[in-house]
């Protein structure tokens, strides 16, 4: 059965988090709206605090009425028997069973390192000044973070580098939902750009960046059939710019909801809406 409950705070994500507090619910389990706005006042008067109402749960359908079966009941009656008349058997011809031919077992070989390289579209590694840079700068930070893993450096396209880290349990550097990795990320993107001319550098570890975008395009296909089904707003968690336009980029042609960002980083967020003039 569909619930709500209605909740205010000084702000809106103030609200909507003591919501979920006394739910225990995740953001995407549950629609958001906003029935009145946070006002801050003058000198503290006239302030008043925003009201929220969250809904959970999911509507009730009633299950199809089974037609009742109406079972007849024959009634037997004795059959006579018939005299079986004596047939002469025939002789059974010993039948010789095809014999089965064994399929070949296909042996399973281990990836090597070879196979588990980056995609073939980065091309080969570079070595120029830039990527020693960023090799130095990663070799010592991952050394003070007591961390094995083998930096690889490419060049997809002009001003852009692509850094991939390979090793075992890189679990660590990548933190939760790619909060570490983007941190590293950031600072060394800050380190070798400090003399020069610009350049972007993308960092990656166990092919994260790729998992990441899957599971924020199934986020967003999943929370727009909700606000296409209750036809309300709902509002995602804060993400980065990568992340958000990830969400706006899969949900650009689905048919009645539309996206725009809202807030500042580091907690900026995606809001996707119920699209009321979309045929």
Do not use: W
């Not at 090799?135 to 094995?148: D, P």
Request: net charge positive; hydrophobic share 35%.
């Amino acid at each position: 059965m569909r619930q709500f409950i209605d909740v205010t705070g000084k702000t809106e994500d103030e609200a909507i988090s003591r919501a979920l507090e006394q739910l225990k619910l995740d953001r995407d389990d549950v629609s958001v709206e906003i029935l009145e706005r946070a006002k801050a006042g003058f000198l503290g008067l006239g302030s008043c605090p925003a009201k929220v109402r969250v809904s959970y749960g999911e509507d009730d359908e009633p299950a199809p009425e089974q037609p009742k079966v109406v079972e007849k009941i024959r009634e037997e009656k004795p059959r006579a028997e018939r005299p079986k008349a004596d047939k002469p058997r025939a002789e059974k011809k010993p039948v010789e069973k095809p014999q089965r031919r064994e399929a070949p077992v296909k042996k399973e070989v281990p990836q090597t390192a070879e196979a588990l390289a980056a995609p073939a579209d980065l091309g080969e590694e570079v070595n120029d000044d830039r990527a020693q840079e960023i090799k130095k700068f990663l070799s010592g930070l991952l050394q003070q973070m007591e961390v094995t893993a083998e930096v690889k450096v490419y060049l997809p396209e002009k001003g852009r580098y692509k850094v991939i880290l390979e090793g075992q349990g890189l679990g660590a550097i990548i933190g939760r939902r790619g909060e570490t990795l983007d941190a590293i990320q950031q600072l060394t993107s800050y380190s070798v750009n400090r003399t020069g001319s610009r350049v972007r550098v993308q960092l990656d570890a166990e092919n994260y960046r790729a998992k990441r975008e899957q599971s924020l395009e199934r986020l967003a296909n999943k929370v727009a059939a909700k606000v296409v089904k209750y036809r309300r707003s709902v509002t995602l968690e804060p993400m980065n710019a990568y992340e958000r336009h990830v969400i706006h980029t899969a949900l650009q042609d689905v048919p009645g909801v539309t996206t725009y960002s809202t807030g500042v980083d580091p907690n900026r967020r995606v809001i996707v809406a119920f699209d009321r003039e979309s045929k």
